[in-house]
């Protein structure tokens, strides 16, 4: 058992918002506030840059049912960023009034919420309060939809992104057939280097009402191949469903979306995606045919009314576990989750920390042998992998029908 | 009491698909198979498409279990056609092959679930069936996301796009705010000539979490007005979220999209939408700010999982009441829904019957009085006039967390 260590803790969201990372806040708010060695609890703003402008929210004031429908509100509620910290040996500012701010608040706890980028902010404050010898314990709390970072078995946010897309992807599915003409529909979803989230679309057609095709960015895309596909399964039936993963390239490394710079809307605004649309139109073009391009866009990531509840319980128990770890002495860790299973065969949630450092940067993407071999598709293996995690409807709370968010007064803290 | 008619039955479906049209289709064929005086029920395949092809599926042989599961399954289960017949003075053919098929499989009821076209098309094999003398009775179930049927208070399909549509912008409202960096959002939803679907977006606004703009092709868009609604919002507090219908159009009748053509993506698929994209685009370049646009494409009409519960019963309703009024001898009525309250002024789901004649053809528009006065929102009573259609969670059935959808064995009836 290490030495106690009494002090207020900071905790703060990063990166892109998932459906899930509000229940990671209230993991990790909830268990310190309810911890005797952690004084006061801060909710920085906007992350990282909440710290750098002093704009911390006092936790200890909100009311403790509004902090408890943290669990039922998607995005990030304190506000995020994407703030990407210099190594202090380059630039030593920021790092200077990060310590000036945890000085002042008597900051001795810091849990940060992210994916790759934010275990890398993670690891450079806890080695910069190690080198100028500030009792600190640093915990980084995984969350990303592209369930990319390295050495967790899954990333809480990726389950209920993937429950979301293959829910659409059933329901579209059955409105793309309904008529007795063809038509070929293609949906665009998240994921720029790893097709996790666009392999999830075949748990719609492991139950009937799926895609027939899904390119994920793991394999090189063929224009060639991609038409031939698409034309044998609209010559066999007049319709055809494709996903495609955002971040599917050709052989060169060239992003299939950046051919839409050269048909654009005039505009230029590349950000505006249309991968589907571009898609679409090329193959109606080619045959002949009526077309749709579907672009899940941020409705796949924020879509907590159809949250998995295996995601949202995995969302706060790394956020508690980083907090309990923390006051038990552990720092420069982040919470993983490993795969297991009970004695009936069950999955169960269970985590174990990772060195900050071994999860930092890296990237973990699909294998590729759960990718079939005309890489039009996934293989069963993937299907195994998704399926526990996407278990369990949510118990949404709702006000007429609609979503009860979590309204928070946000009081800034002063001192 | 008029005399009885005993006979088979045909159900068909007709327009674009809704979320709960399948469960005006349980309502039909349930209360179908049931009633005495109904011999045999026969599904059209592909709505009036299904009669004219000798396509009928014969429901006496679906397992009961299943065809429940129509309460939970999107789009037309049986199919969908966009079939225009011409008035029989015109042209007789397809009647005459009506009546033959009517003949073939002793039909003497009729059960057609649509929009305006398919009011007009029972109409009209009505009104040819009395000429020729042959009995029959022709109920119309109506269905729309629009809501633009006219004579019924609301139509079944709208609440449960409306709610879907309210809860999907609080969620995006949620994720589109979440950096403290600008940005402005256009979300695009359907309604070509009524604007109950975008107005409805207001059920968000109405929570706290929703947009700031509501666009509706009830009244002329004025482009100058747009802009400097955006940039006063987007001056004040540097988010802004827009949702436009995507029938909004100029004085002169232009619809705003078909700009869209002149900034084409190159292939000219003008179905391809692009409306969001495209003013996003002109907002960016404007504000020179971070923009995106989202168009809720098909997934607003065919999300089940996220349907009204008072809808899904109400689509029921219409289906059960059609049947029931048609053996106890009405014919030519449309069944309609009433708005009504109990006495303790709870809403309460009633219907009335209206003359096929009266409903086909015509269009319902937002009331000019429920929009306000800058033409960019709509009005309490709006809010007042959605609220009680969209109440109550559907008892979605899942199976491994994903919906478990109606499958029919779809036996194509011979004689």
Chains 1, 2 share one sequence.
């Not at 450079?124 to 500030?134: A, D, P």
């Not at 075949?202 to 224009?223: H, R």
Request: net charge negative; with cysteine.
């Amino acid at each position: 058992m290490s030495e106690k260590l009494i002090g207020a803790c900071i905790f703060g969201q990063s990166g892109g918002p998932t459906a899930v990372i509000n229940a990671s806040a209230y993991g990790v708010i909830k268990t310190a506030l309810e911890a005797g060695e952690i004084t006061h609890v801060y909710g920085a703003a906007h992350g990282i840059k909440g710290v750098l402008d002093d704009k911390l929210y006092d936790m200890d004031l909100e009311d403790s049912y509004e902090l408890s429908l943290l669990m039922n509100t998607p995005s990030s509620e304190l506000g995020s960023c994407r703030y990407k910290m210099k190594p202090f040996e380059e630039d030593e500012t920021d790092y200077i009034r990060i310590l000036e701010i945890f000085k002042k608040y008597d900051v001795h706890y810091f849990f940060y919420n992210g994916g790759n980028d934010s275990m890398d902010t993670c690891n450079k404050i806890s080695q910069y309060m190690q080198k100028v010898g500030y009792p600190c314990r640093v915990m980084g709390v995984p969350k990303t939809i592209d369930n990319d970072l390295f050495g967790t078995d899954h990333c809480p946010g990726f389950a209920s992104a993937a429950r979301y897309i293959a829910t659409s992807c059933m329901e579209i599915s059955k409105d793309a057939r309904v008529y007795d003409t063809p038509m070929v529909t293609v949906i665009e979803v998240m994921g720029r280097h790893a097709g996790w989230l666009a392999g999830s679309a075949a748990l719609a057609t492991d139950k009937g009402s799926g895609p027939d095709l899904i390119y994920l960015p793991e394999t090189d895309f063929d224009m060639e191949d991609f038409y031939s596909d698409v034309e044998r399964i609209f010559n066999e039936n007049g319709k055809v469903l494709v996903v495609v993963s955002e971040g599917i390239h050709y052989s060169d490394g060239t992003f299939v979306s950046e051919a839409k710079t050269s048909a654009t809307d005039g505009f230029g605004h590349a950000q505006l995606g249309g991968l589907a649309s571009m898609l679409a139109a090329d193959l109606g073009n080619r045959l002949g045919t009526k077309v749709r391009g579907i672009e899940l866009s941020l409705l796949q990531r924020c879509a907590t009314h159809q949250a998995s509840l295996t995601d949202l319980n995995e969302a706060f128990l790394v956020g508690q576990e980083a907090v309990l770890n923390a006051v038990n002495g552990t720092t420069d860790k982040m919470v993983a989750l490993v795969r297991s299973f009970d004695e009936n065969g069950n999955y169960v949630s269970k985590t174990e920390l990772l060195p900050l450092s071994s999860v930092a940067n890296y990237e973990k993407k699909v294998p590729l042998e759960w990718i079939n071999e005309k890489h039009n598709g996934v293989t069963p293996e993937f299907i195994d992998y998704v399926k526990p995690l996407i278990q369990g409807d949510p118990e949404v709370v709702y006000e007429d029908s609609l979503p009860r968010y979590s309204r928070l007064k946000k009081i800034i803290a002063s001192k």
